[in-house]
């Protein structure tokens, strides 16, 4: 079955520094990836799905890009973050046997 | 992206089952429904998932109508570990999952 690694649980960055954050995926091969954001107290909005390597498809406008430079690494990034960018972020896979979402990261911009 | 209807929020008390509604009168042949729930500060777990028969599960049953534009999440004694957002979800395989806002349920001891 898939895992899915996530870090770090929880991030504290100023308004304008850089972001990133990673996700690693094992127990399978060429997933779909996605990222995912919620807002406290809202639902989940899809921001970012990959089918493969290079391979990116962004679903709302936003200050963020995403990249994935190998198969089971999917990586969300910021050049400068907003306040508007605080939430929780989860990455999650998919394969034939279903998805898989990570533990998530909680982000506050102050 | 079809969509779903869910209510807001329901209670049980503990011990008791728990019948959650989900409408999708959209749906297409290929749409898969899916149930997910999430705990408080968690991603979404994966609860159950069905096309056209009722399946059951250690968590769940999946009751789905005869039309399939409706559904029922069945938890069989509903636990204190089972508060939760329950999400109802329309897609097709690896599809991308678009979530609605969920059912909040709460469940009292």
């Known amino acids: 079955s898939q895992t899915i690694h996530q870090w770090p649980a929880t991030l504290v960055q100023p308004v304008g520094s850089p972001l990133s954050l990673e996700c690693t995926v094992e127990?399978?091969?060429?997933?779909?990836l996605y990222w995912y954001r919620q807002a406290a107290g809202r639902g989940l909005q899809l921001l970012f799905y990959?089918?493969?390597?290079?391979?990116i498809s962004s679903e709302v406008p936003q200050n963020l890009s995403a990249s994935r430079p190998q198969d089971r690494q999917f990586i969300l990034s910021s050049k400068k973050l907003l306040l508007s960018d605080s939430g929780f972020y989860l990455c999650?896979?998919?394969?034939?046997?279903?998805?898989?979402f990570g533990s998530g990261t909680r982000l506050t911009v102050v | 992206d079809a969509k779903t209807t869910q209510p807001n929020s329901m209670e049980s008390n503990e011990e008791e089952p728990v019948h959650l509604p989900c409408n999708h009168s959209?749906?297409?042949?290929?749409?898969?429904i899916h149930w997910y729930r999430q705990l408080p500060s968690q991603g979404p777990e994966y609860v159950i998932h069905?096309?056209?028969s009722n399946v059951n599960n250690r968590m769940a049953s999946l009751a789905i109508a005869e039309d399939r534009k409706s559904s029922t999440l069945i938890l069989h004694r509903a636990t204190l570990r089972d508060a939760a957002v329950y999400y109802c979800?329309?897609?097709?395989?690896?599809?991308?999952?678009?979530f609605g806002t969920g059912t909040r349920l709460q469940v009292f001891p």
């Open positions: 069905g096309l056209t």
């Open positions: 999650a896979s998919a394969d034939i046997l279903g998805y898989t």
């Open positions: 990959s089918v493969g390597i290079g391979q």
């Open positions: 127990g399978t091969s060429n997933p779909n």
């Open positions: 979800i329309l897609s097709r395989n690896t599809d991308k999952l678009i």
């Open positions: 959209t749906i297409s042949g290929t749409d898969y």
